[in-house]
């Protein structure tokens, strides 16, 4: 089921809609996960993700976004399962060549596997989840697609692939953060 909340209020107030240079000005400031949502029986897709969000807990889904022009939607929209592959710190190739329009995600360069219900894995990622599709929401140029976790697994030791400011940053151990000292 597909639900299109883009519309105008009805009372055609239009006061707090702010332009999209402020918008993303501002939510530079927002430091976001990483993660590549993979689908596709035959031909794998993927999309790089920094709108992964928990939904709900009892039972598990989250949610995530993708823009209704991207190449990897026409399969995304249709597919009863998607994987959620969250990137590990030193995974920037990774994000970057799965955030690239047109460019080639799963050549040689991309260290992949078949997973449960055949879907396209991500090889020495944090963690993945296995997500049944259950809503999706039309909003503005995006889907808001919300999904139940059927499956979730531990990957490689380390920290998460954190976006912030327009770039890859990485996060501070506690006991690094306490002694001031940064990891190399």
Not at 35 to 40: D, F, L, P, S
Not at 74 to 93: H, S, W
Not at 144 to 166: E, I, K, Q, T, Y
Request: include cysteine.
């Amino acid at each position: 089921m597909t639900t299109d909340i883009s519309a105008p209020r009805p009372d055609g107030d239009q006061r707090d809609v702010v332009g999209p240079t402020p918008f993303r000005a501002v939510m530079r400031h927002h430091a976001k996960g990483v993660a590549v949502i993979t689908a596709g029986d035959d031909a794998p897709v993927g999309l790089c993700a920094t709108s992964l969000a928990t939904v709900s807990l009892e039972p598990p889904h989250v949610s995530f976004a993708v823009g209704l022009h991207t190449a990897s939607w026409a399969t995304m929209e249709t597919a009863p399962y998607v994987a959620v592959n969250l990137l590990a710190e030193g995974q920037e190739d990774v994000a970057r060549r799965f955030a690239r329009t047109g460019a080639p995600k799963f050549g040689t360069a991309t260290s992949w596997h078949r997973g449960a219900f055949g879907l396209p894995m991500l090889d020495g990622v944090l963690a993945s989840l296995v997500v049944a599709t259950v809503g999706v929401l039309t909003v503005a140029d995006h889907a808001l697609v919300v999904g139940r976790v059927l499956d979730a697994r531990h990957g490689v030791s380390g920290g998460p692939l954190v976006h912030h400011d327009g770039e890859f940053v990485r996060l501070a151990s506690p006991h690094q953060a306490s002694t001031g000292q940064a990891r190399g």
